[in-house]
C-alpha cells in the first residue's frame, strides 16, 4: 500500500469512529505516547511491535492529514534530498553533512 492511500484510508477510519481530527496538538501527544509504546515493544522483545510501529504510521499520516500535507510527496521529496546529501566523519567517526550534493 501506498502512503497516501493509507493516509487516507487512515483518515476515514478516524472520521468514521469519531476520533480527534482537529486538535493537532492532541494528535502529537498521542503519537509521542505511541512511539513510548513501540519503543516499549522493541526493549521488551514483545510480538506486537510491528504493530505498535503502524500506530505511529496512523499517528503521523492523521497529522499530515490534519494539516492538509500528501506525506507521500514529502516522503519521496525528503528521500531525493537525502540522497543527493554529502557527509564526512569528524575525528570522532560522526558523519557531518557537508554539502547538498
Known amino acids: 500500500m ?34 513510548g509504546e513501540a519503543f516499549t515493544a522493541w526493549r521488551k522483545g514483545l510480538p506486537d511491535f510491528g504493530e ?24 519521496a521529496h525528503k528521500i531525493d534530498k537525502n540522497s543527493r546529501r554529502v557527509y564526512d566523519r569528524n575525528e570522532h567517526g560522526v558523519p557531518i553533512r557537508v554539502g547538498e550534493g
Do not use: H
Not at 502512503?3 to 492532541?26: H, M, Y
Not at 505498535?52 to 516522503?75: Q, R, T
Open 52 to 75: 505498535e510501529l503502524a500506530d505511529v504510521f496512523l499517528y503521523l499520516v492523521a497529522l499530515a492529514e490534519m494539516n492538509g500535507i500528501d506525506l507521500g510527496d514529502e516522503v
Open 2 to 35: 501506498d502512503i497516501r492511500s493509507a493516509q487516507k484510508l487512515a483518515w476515514e477510519n478516524k472520521t468514521a469512529k469519531g476520533f480527534n481530527t482537529t486538535d493537532v496538538p492532541l494528535e502529537f501527544g498521542l503519537l509521542t505516547a505511541e512511539i
